[in-house]
């Protein structure tokens, strides 16, 4: 069982930065990959970005490529998620995951990913 609760989310303007958190409990955090997912209102939630166990491979949406940076620190049982230059189509919750099976191709998918934390609303103002 993995419990996440992210943190770090605000309301920032066009161009600004924010660093989002989700810290896991459990012992074996090390073991899963890890993605973010975002949903705008009235939209699907969707892929964002996703990091390998190890930490040695990311996997970006076309959208925040260059602006987002996804890392983790498996000392510290805490993913992060660098967004700079935000733009207010950015507006949305952040959600983490933590999935123990996904693969390159399920990795952007919902259903790769076994557990997920609350969200944290991000706002982006123009």
């Known amino acids: 069982q993995v419990q996440l609760v992210e943190s770090g989310g605000g309301l920032v303007q066009a161009g600004g930065s924010l660093r989002l958190s989700c810290a896991a409990s459990?012992?074996?955090?090390?073991?899963?990959?890890m993605g973010w997912f975002r949903q705008a209102p009235g939209k699907k939630r969707e892929f964002v970005v996703a990091i390998t166990w190890s930490g040695d491979n990311t996997y970006y949406a076309d959208s925040v490529k260059g602006r987002f940076t996804i890392s983790r620190d498996n000392a510290k049982n805490t993913v992060y998620l660098q967004m700079n230059s935000l733009k207010p189509e950015d507006t949305a919750v952040y959600y983490c995951?933590?999935?123990?099976?996904?693969?390159?191709?399920?990795?952007?998918?919902?259903?790769?990913?076994?557990?997920w934390g609350q969200g944290t609303q991000v706002v982006v103002s123009s």
């Open positions: 995951a933590a999935g123990r099976r996904v693969t390159p191709i399920t990795l952007v998918g919902e259903a790769g990913y076994d557990y």
């Open positions: 459990g012992r074996t955090f090390s073991h899963y990959a």
